[in-house]
């Protein structure tokens, strides 16, 4: 008899816990075909009151029929909650609440701005290409006119993967890759990531976002050049917006430039975002140089053509006016959602 009552209690508050920890229906079921079902142990505890003694049968069969009673009021009272949550009238709900504000998210900054460059891009026929970021040094460097011995390839300044495997130092070794593998006419725009061993402060990230450019074909002079830059520059920064080209040196193009573009916010005056020359470096550009068409197997007699190279998050910075190149790959949620409408 003390062992029996004991079983008894156990089971009563274990059932008590189980009907009312459940917060869904199916877990109710679930404690109730443990807790009062047919092969429940309360069943067999009840079913047992034959072997007691006689004398005891009667208050143990009593008082197990209490637990079950009170166990099965508990489920169903239990069950009654549940359907209330579930099923709240309408008329509980206040339709004239403003609604929980919510973030609608937002495209990245440097997306937006690569989004625009190619658009503006794909007006004069380029389409846009992709490629690994995790490069051999033969696309990354010697394809392009690069020598293993030039600074850029040393291990101080790029992240070397394996003897010949490394982080892409710049998207050109797509356009190599692409050259390799079509004929011209080739125009393209290749945005992506590029990995360079430079400290993360204001005006420098490890790792950035980029957009090079390249056209190819019969006929391509040094004015298609610059009529295609100028194009961009004026549909990107505005009509008024003052270019100018500066010689400058590149191995894989020749001759090649640096694009500057007139200050908007002193209006070629001179202030602290211009460092007081009126212009803004955008890009670097220039000729392809012929060594580079010969290492991807197109007739340097034959084609000429044009590439440029630019950082998106500069550009970004340019049209969106921020002060630091970490903003942009903080993940700031109060930087990023300022962006939600741009
Ligand atoms: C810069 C300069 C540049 C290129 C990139 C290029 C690619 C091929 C052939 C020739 Cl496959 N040139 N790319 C050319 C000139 C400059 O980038 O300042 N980038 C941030």
Redesign the pocket.
């Known amino acids: 008899m003390e062992k029996f009552l004991a079983s008894l209690r156990e089971l009563e508050e274990a059932g008590q816990a189980a009907i009312r920890s459940a917060t869904a229906p199916e877990d109710l079921e679930q404690a109730r075909i443990e807790f009062l079902g047919r092969k429940a142990q309360l069943t067999r505890l009840l079913r047992s009151v034959g072997e007691l003694p006689q004398d005891q049968r009667r208050s143990a069969g009593a008082e197990a029929n209490r637990v079950k009673k009170q166990l099965l009021e508990l489920a169903e009272a239990r069950a009654a909650e549940l359907t209330a949550v579930a099923g709240a009238p309408v008329a509980d709900i206040d339709p004239t609440l403003p609604g929980r504000v919510r973030w609608r998210g937002a495209r990245h900054p440097c997306t937006l701005v690569t989004d625009e460059i190619c658009g503006i891009f794909k007006e004069l026929g380029f389409s846009r290409a992709r490629g690994p970021e995790a490069e051999t040094t033969w696309y990354n460097f010697t394809a392009?006119n690069t020598s293993l011995d030039h600074p850029a390839a040393d291990e101080q300044d790029t992240f070397y993967l394996g003897d010949d495997t490394l982080l892409r130092t710049?998207t050109?070794p797509v356009?190599?890759r692409v050259?390799e593998r079509s004929q011209p006419p080739v125009r393209i725009v290749v945005p992506g990531f590029v990995f360079r061993r430079d400290p993360f402060d204001a005006s420098h990230a490890p790792a950035f976002e980029?957009i090079?450019g390249?056209a190819v074909d019969e006929g391509i002079s040094f004015v298609d050049f610059k009529a295609s830059i100028s194009y961009f520059v004026h549909r990107f920064f505005g009509p008024d917006a003052a270019i100018r080209f500066r010689p400058s040196f590149?191995p894989?193009?020749e001759p090649?430039a640096e694009v500057d573009v007139s200050c908007a916010i002193c209006a070629g005056a001179g202030c602290s975002t211009c460092k007081g020359t009126g212009w803004l470096e955008i890009?670097?550009?220039?000729m392809?140089?012929p060594a580079?068409f010969e290492n991807v197997g197109y007739d340097p007699e034959r084609y000429t053509g044009f590439?440029?190279?630019?950082?998106v998050g500069r550009i970004a910075m340019l049209r969106y006016q921020i002060p630091d190149i970490r903003l942009l790959y903080d993940g700031d949620i109060r930087f990023l959602q300022q962006f939600e409408d741009a």
Do not use: I, N, R, Y
């Open positions: 392009l710049h050109s356009q190599a050259m980029q090079e390249l590149f894989f193009t090649s890009m670097g550009a220039g392809v140089d580079v590439a440029f190279g630019m950082g």
